[in-house]
């Protein structure tokens, strides 16, 4: 940002590329009022040069602006961070004595972290609630102040924050100047930024109460932790408590447990996936696809070990931006080991295990891979969140003039992997060069050229995260939308300018000199264990025909026909189904909800009737009735499907469609 002299005008340039001028020290809120009413209504921050600010901080140069809404990502955060503030202060108005710790914008809403003087209880949460609601109507508004730490550490001193104090005592090195926000009564020490006033939260909603440590360390204190979340009308508020209603049917670690698939033991520790027969079957499916798919795609296989001489790690550059993120080494004949966080340096190792011509170039080589990261325990998820996971890991060795080919045939690959897995809504986002980068900028800027021209030879969409990309290369980031519209982000198509440099790779070209590779990391599924955590919740555990570990359920009306039960359960496990016979004494209304419950797909429902004319009544989850059928007909029909192509991966929500129209994902 070019810096005004007092009394000058400053220019500055809106998204569409148009510049407006205003004086030194215009504030956001001019500039949005400049622009509109509805606008200057609308607005709770603006984005100066990289930066998101107060609306009430003066601008002082030419700078790229935008004005930021709640529809932007910047413009939520800063909303759902003041929610926070309103929330807090309600919270200590109500129990007097309680200790402010942090309070942060989260992926959809807000927490705050406190040690009450007692533990909350869940009718805290409606008077909180009804003060909250006090504070939104006084309209207060939020005010920033600048103060050295010495004085920021009388002012929390004198309140018995101990929490903020211990913030302080790490900033106090580093910063002259600390900011400390106000609103209504209530004063917090936060970098912000806020929104204007109060006023503009019209709709909230605690939602839960849970325990956290501080600095999410065991050892350290207990807190209390209150979850909220917050938006500008009622009906984003009852959209978001709809989605979050069937979120919680659709909760990947409840169906696991109710369909036997995974499990995580204290015993053997937490982060670490126990697969269960059922989960094991589809990981296995899974596993198969992927190695078919990349062996027809020009993919070699690779496998590499799980641990590695700490050098490799010095080498890698992984021990000095990396370690927070890796367990402790360990001594093995004297010499330190580590666990693998990621596979790449021994990629980069069998590359190096002998000369490459530019002849050989492309290489293509694709590992799933178990690695280990130390993740804090607050942190950890069911399948979403782990400490040990099977990265699907691929990385390309080419030459510059084969880099944009190498990104197209990638994006095409992942997103032909995506859509038979049901995901054909996705989201890209190109990341690109940060202030702090290494590499040369000539090969930066051939990255990005390569990578969007990728992106626009097909038509794709996608949001530019300006400055987004790693410090050692830009990246495209592919997040797929499940059933109910939510993003997961699962594949990254990333350039390394790091490694190639720090293990000193190379190739000889045909002018017979050595030349450096591009290197290109993918990642397609992200990790299985975090895949298939996002497929439970697609498909709330109604699993496409081709990964049911039970495709169908043989359920006898009586014992008079159990034999013939059982036998039509062989019969079909002869001819390629995954079937079995429920042959248990009970009323076959019983048998019906456990089949449900368990959400096989099909009901293979056999009496007297059926067993003289060697059929059965077909009954898809959900209730649908698909009619009598032959063994051999349910057979054909159910083989046509087993595959994961065709109808039968489609996105759809609902329950399971007629046998010969494929299966959905169902609720």
Known sequence: ???????????????????????????????????????????????????????????????????????????????????????????????????????????????????????????????????????????????????????????????????????????????????????????????????????????????SIAGAYWRDAEGNPQLQRIYGVSYPDKKQLDEFLNRREEADKRDHRRLGKQLKLYSINEQSGAGLVLWHPKGAFIRRRIEEFWYRRHQESGYELVYSPHIARLRLWETSGHTGFYSDNMFPPFEVENNPHQLKPMNCPFHILIYQS?????????????????????????????????????????????????????????????????????????????????????????????????????????????????????????????????????PWQCGTIQFDFNLPERFDLNYIGADGHAHRPVVIHRALLGSLERFFGVLIEHYAGVFPIWLAPEQALVLSVSDKVADYAASVAVELTALGVRARADLRPEKIGLKIRDAEIQKVPFMLIVGEREAEAHTMSVRGHGGQDQGSQSVTQFAQTIRSQDHPSGSDTGAGAGHSQPINAGFSPGR
Not at 60 to 83: C, N
Not at 156 to 179: C, M, P
Not at 369 to 382: D, N, S
Not at 453 to 465: E, F, G, H, I, P
């Open 1 to 207: 940002m070019t810096t005004a002299v007092a009394g000058q005008s400053v220019r500055l340039t809106l998204p569409d590329g148009s510049t407006r001028e205003y004086a030194a020290g215009v504030t956001g809120a001019d500039v949005a009022l400049s622009i509109g009413r509805r606008l200057a209504h609308d607005a709770l921050a603006i984005w100066v040069d990289g930066k998101v600010r107060d609306l009430s901080a003066p601008i002082q140069g030419d700078a790229p602006i935008r004005i930021l809404t709640f529809d932007s990502p910047e413009g939520k955060q800063v909303f759902w961070h003041s929610s926070a503030h309103v929330m807090a202060q309600a919270v200590t108005e109500i129990l007097p004595g309680t200790k402010l710790a942090i309070g942060p914008p989260i992926d959809e809403g807000f927490y705050y972290d406190f040690d009450p003087p007692r533990p909350f209880q869940p009718e805290d949460l409606a008077r909180f609630e009804e003060r909250m609601t006090q504070i939104v109507a006084e309209d207060a508004k939020f005010s920033r102040r600048e103060c050295d730490p010495q004085e920021a550490d009388r002012i929390f001193t004198e309140r018995g924050e101990k929490y903020k104090l211990e913030i302080l005592e790490r900033v106090n090195a580093a910063h002259d100047q600390v900011s400390l926000y106000t609103h209504s009564r209530f004063l917090d020490l936060c970098r912000g930024p806020h929104i204007p006033s109060t006023g503009k939260i019209k709709s909230f909603k605690l939602l």
């Open 354 to 486: 002998e000369l490459r011509s530019y002849r050989d170039l492309p290489l293509r080589w694709a590992e799933l891979g178990t690695v280990y990261r130390f993740e804090r325990g607050g942190v950890l998820h069911g399948l979403l969140r782990v400490r040990g996971f099977t990265q699907d890991d691929a990385h390309l060795f080419c030459r510059r003039d084969q880099v944009e080919a190498e990104i197209r045939r990638t994006l095409d690959f992942c997103l032909s992997i995506y859509s038979a897995f049901g995901f054909d809504d996705i989201q890209v986002f190109l990341s690109t060069r940060p202030e702090k980068a290494i590499g040369d900028p000539a090969d930066w800027a051939l990255a990005e050229e390569s990578l969007r021209n990728a992106l626009d030879s097909r038509k794709q969409k996608y949001t530019v995260d300006a400055g987004g990309g790693a410090f050692y290369g830009p990246k495209i980031d592919l997040l797929v939308r499940d059933a109910i519209g939510r």
